[in-house]
């Protein structure tokens, strides 16, 4: 056997190999094959919050309103579980339970994730794509309705074009801006047009709307972000519409690494409400915002072989720009 055959042999038995292992992974959270008193206890806390899952739901939306600042206490809109988030979930249950399309995820993500970073792959392999609001939702919260139009979107950080789309069916022109390659293959499919990480704020135009979704913690320069956004704003009736992960924990992801921004900025408190409060007081008014509506949501993802999705715990905000 020559030395290109031995190679190819090895490779093919170590996918095997693979394969079986993530098999008898899945096999073992199902009850038939729980058989350890701890794995079985596991399992059955599992069924569990499965069953409690209605539960779970209420608690992405909950607020102490009381606990907000007494500035930003009028400005919460509650939200609930309505049925476009209810469709988002059940379809993510019914591609976790696709096993074979779930194996490959897994083994591609596996070998290319210590040269390539988590969204590129995702882009690649057509997975884990993002839910952060509906359609009426987002309508509560600009007070906009269905029939509402305007003229430019930008939707900066735009992944897959998923959540994009939601608001994009306000606008004539769509913009959008994404740093990895496979993603701006799909905003590119949608016909989004495409602008460069700086070329945004070059345009000879302003936009009626921005939004900054799950951005700004995954940012070199948040503050520097957040001062071209106002300055790309329609004078007077331009606004953005920015959702941030809280606890508000900044990592950058560079190739398959992550490791923290360059400017650090400094969200105080430990509770949901208390860092909506630090940011709309301290962080936006700083920057020249004001806040006119917040609003707690889960920020969905797509899940894969071993949980059917992933959720954290959102912010977001709608935000004018102060008089200068």
Known sequence: MCHLQLRTLLFVAWVIGYIAFLHSIRRMWTGKYVRSPLARSLF???????????????????????????????????????????????????KSGWLFTQFYHSFVSTVLSPLVSRTSINGFLGRGSMFVFSADQFQRLLHITPEWRAERLLDLGAGDGGVTEVMGAHFREVYATEVSLPMRWHLQRKNYKLLGLDEWEQMEFKYDLISCLNLLDRCDNPLDLLRGIRRSLVPGTGRVILAVVLPFQPYVEIGGRWQRPKEHLRVKGKTWEEQVTILSNDVFQGVGFEVEAVTRLPYLCEGDMYKDYYVLDDAVFVLKALDD
């Open 44 to 94: 059955v806390n599992m069924v569990t919050e499965s069953e409690a899952a209605g539960i779970e739901t209420q608690e992405w939306y909950r607020c102490s309103p009381d606990l907000l600042g007494e500035m930003v206490q009028p400005l919460f809109v509650q939200s609930h579980l309505d049925s476009d988030t209810q469709a988002f979930l059940r379809r993510s249950g019914e």
